[in-house]
């Protein structure tokens, strides 16, 4: 493998594309969640009462500003994973695949992505898996390239 070149099995690009969207938010990478829908301005034409914020006290302190949760070791590993995956996404080319991951690196669980694709649970973690070998195929093969 060549100096600095990162490999990762076909097992590992797996948990790192599941894990992907919580490592962005532990590090504080903006990240807009699949799941994060305003209605603020729903109850303004409602006549509803606004709400200032999330009322969860525990996520509001874990990612709050105010403490840093991760070490640097922890928070650069991270960093290498998630442009590991970000270097590697333009390789996938089939629409399905595209789409699959795209809602999966946004946070989205694979039963409301199956929904969304009109295909099964089960499906979508095939398609996650076969995008999971062929990125670390292309991981193998580029540090194969960069050998000289």
């Known amino acids: 493998m060549g100096k600095g070149q990162i490999y990762y099995s ?3 690009v797996l948990e790192i594309i599941d894990s992907y969207f919580n490592m962005k938010r532990a590090i504080g990478l ?8 305003s209605v603020t301005a729903d109850y303004d034409n409602l006549g509803m009462p606004k709400g200032n914020g999330t009322g969860d006290p525990t996520f509001r302190q874990a990612f709050s500003g105010a403490h840093k949760i991760l070490s ?3 928070e650069k590993d991270f960093m290498k994973r998630i442009n590991f995956i970000d270097e590697r996404v333009p390789y996938i080319k089939k629409r399905r695949e595209v789409n699959v991951l795209h809602w999966k690196l946004s946070g989205m669980r694979t039963k409301h ?3 969304l694709e009109g295909i099964t649970d089960r499906q979508v973690r095939n398609i996650l898996r076969k995008i999971a070998k062929s ?14």
């Open 72 to 74: 640097g070791v922890m």
């Open 113 to 115: 992505i199956a929904e």
């Open 135 to 148: 990125i670390s195929e292309i991981s193998a093969i580029s540090d194969i390239s960069n050998v000289s």
């Open 10 to 12: 076909s097992e590992e």
């Open 30 to 37: 903006h990240v807009e969640s699949p799941y994060s829908y």
